[in-house]
């Protein structure tokens, strides 16, 4: 259902349908999340849960624009990223 909504980019819609506070209620909520992630992961100090949750974010807004990136490589640019991610906030050991 939810990648249904992606691919027909009627996320934007939705959002845009959401009262300001609801939406500001949900972006906070995206930091508890990556707080409590961040919480079972060895990352380094330097790292702080802000902006791994934006990173977050950022990964998923281009969800927004598969076609824009191009279909048949998607899927191969989204784990490229998510793998960065990982390299950037992930202590070694």
Do not use: R, T
């Not at 409590?36 to 702080?48: F, M, P, Q, R, T």
């Amino acid at each position: 259902f939810i990648w249904n909504i992606i691919q027909h980019q009627e996320i934007e819609l939705l959002m845009k349908k959401l009262p300001q506070n609801m939406l500001l209620k949900h972006y906070s909520l995206d930091e508890v999340i990556a707080e409590a992630i961040l919480c079972n992961i060895k990352i380094k100090e330097e790292v702080s849960a802000d902006i791994v949750s934006a990173y977050l974010k950022a990964i998923f807004m281009n969800m927004l624009h598969v076609e824009v990136i191009g279909e048949e490589q998607f899927d191969d640019v989204l784990k490229l990223l998510i793998k960065g991610l990982a390299q950037q906030i992930v202590k070694e050991g």
